[in-house]
DNA sequence: CGCCGTCATGTTTACGTAAACATGCTGTCA
DNA sequence: TGACAGCATGTTTACGTAAACATGACGGCG
């Protein structure tokens, strides 16, 4: 009953149990209160007992605000991204936030709804005011270069998913050794050369895969099919299946994702062709569900967790030493898998 | 030059730019600059220039500890969750993220690895001690019953997917609507009975479709076939359906989401059965890959923008008032999506 | 012409915590 | 036996911000 500030109307907000109240019930000063708070030495066990009592009865819980002030850091780390929708990233950032809160950090989120230049400046922007210690950014970084808008100096920060090594610390899959396992894979199989739906134009991580796939076929002196424009949707994908299944006649894609692999293997069972064994499909990611596709999707493996994981450590690193981080890319191995859906070409 | 904290070794975390720092270069006190950053009105046109330009010579951003210390309030909403992989947990946060910073709230993720009362446990003890105005929690709440495990009092709190409505403030699609929805679609269609794929029965969700279901049977007096224990994976599909393409003859399945659906598709395409003219399917949640799937999977779709968008209202709603929520259930309606993957049994 | 209201700005204080320093008591050793 | 080390505990102070209150200058009106 006497703690009724919270429907005080009008009145200021009532302040929850402090140290003072806990200290003033226990007979002891607040010093003494922290000491026990912080398991400090130095405190007799009779006194730690009556402490302990206090904040009992009275329901103490530290106040992180007054903490973050006094050590002058927050114990967050800030995750700057554009969607939680596509598995890489929501793994990624489940990664992350079991990592950091095994270090004793929490992740404070920062989506940015729509990618234009204004949101992400603004979300920057708000970043600095953050209760952060570091940033973790998600993102296609270019958008960062092409405007005004720009890391706030003084923020340690880890990049993922972008080519901004010269001048950011940067951590992603190998996603070029991928693709060219990927395609590799196929052109072993037999095939004369290899098609390609890439990923939206803005992505890094998509011209990666599209380069490494174009120098793959030059290497081996294959010639070069024009490349199909995907957007990483199921959609796009069953899109450009319906204009593979048209001659000229493709024995082999590769995608560059698992959701526009599963596109095409729609619009080729859709257009009677069947995969493996009229059209080999290799996609990229290795989504849990891959293995149940018909047929079961051969794919390359990207380890999430991994990625998250580093990204923690370097971040915390930078924290630590009290220093910005060496620009740099750290990337993650990727693995091709082998399932279903490519064989050797018909004849 | 002169800022050289952070390369101290040994040194004191050195102060970053604060008020009175600006205040000194300006010229004027503290207070001032308080002004000006918060945009008080009652500052002269020049002296906010002075300040402005002090402001961004230093390179001045507000520190928000001291702010919450000073406020009380952390403009920061918890989320606990179990697993960001499920495509219903990640869509959720995403759109919690993103109505809450529109509010000027950020999200602060406690991720549980590890459903163990341990862990529980210990995620809401440092929840208390965390920097947040409020609390969602997306998880079974009965792990939060069976023991000492209890919400911290006092704490603003949203619970998801659960049937706890009764102690706390419940968003929930409507899982049972949806389901019996999915039921007496395949009963319409001309089927004698339907066969259900659950989900783990620690689930609530799970739960509730699987009663929904068989509650949809036993009203329209069919036979309650047994049901098939799956875990929500595609693997658990698969199995289910390996068992379900024997006798006695099966011509319609509810599963209990996509991804178990995905893995029936695949169990009756290497039987040899058709989909859906030997055997109809449901799936639950509405992925965007379903539509994809071969054939198009006729499924229950998930508001999980509106349940994430609810969850932040109704937090803020307490946030305001100061008062704990009412307990009680919000439900989001849930639709059936009728694609490729049934049709009416055959003869 | 003088009083007072208005307005821009400065000063004081409190938010909750914890390091640094101060106090006072006990026991030990020269 | 007296000075001092060691230890439990208390007191002071600072972290950065912003509300509340104080100050002082200027102008309008009786």
Partial sequence: MERGGSGVPGGRRKQRVSMADVAKLAGVSSQTVSRVSNGHPGVISSTR?????????????????????RYGQFNTIGVILFSLSSTGNSRTVEAIATHAAAEGYAITLIPIDVPTQDNVLGAFTRMGE???DAVIVIMEIHLLDTGTVQLPPGVHVVVVDSDAGDRHSVVDTDQADGARQAVQHLLDL???TVWHVT????????????????????????????ALYGDWSAESGYAAGLVLAEP???????????????????????????????????????????????????????????????????VLQQIRAGEGGRPGTDLVPTRLVVRGSTAAPRG
């Fill in 130 to 132: 953050l209760a952060v």
């Fill in 248 to 314: 000229p006649d493709c024995t082999a894609v590769f995608a560059a994702n698992d959701q526009m692999a599963l596109g095409l293997l729609r619009a080729f069972h859709e257009r009677g062709l069947s995969v493996p064994y009229d059209v080999s499909v290799v996609g990229f990611d290795d989504i849990p569900d891959a293995a149940y596709f018909v047929p079961p999707l051969t794919t390359v493996h990207q380890d999430f967790a991994e990625v998250g994981h580093r990204c923690v450590q370097k």
């Fill in 49 to 69: 007992e009556q402490v302990l009592a206090a904040m009992r009865e009275l329901g103490y819980r530290p106040n992180s605000a007054a903490r973050a002030l």
């Fill in 199 to 226: 990923g939206p134009q803005a992505s890094f991580a998509g011209q990666r895969r599209a380069q490494a796939w174009r120098a793959v076929l030059r290497e081996a002196g294959r010639p070069v099919p024009p």
């Fill in 190 to 192: 037999g095939h004369r």
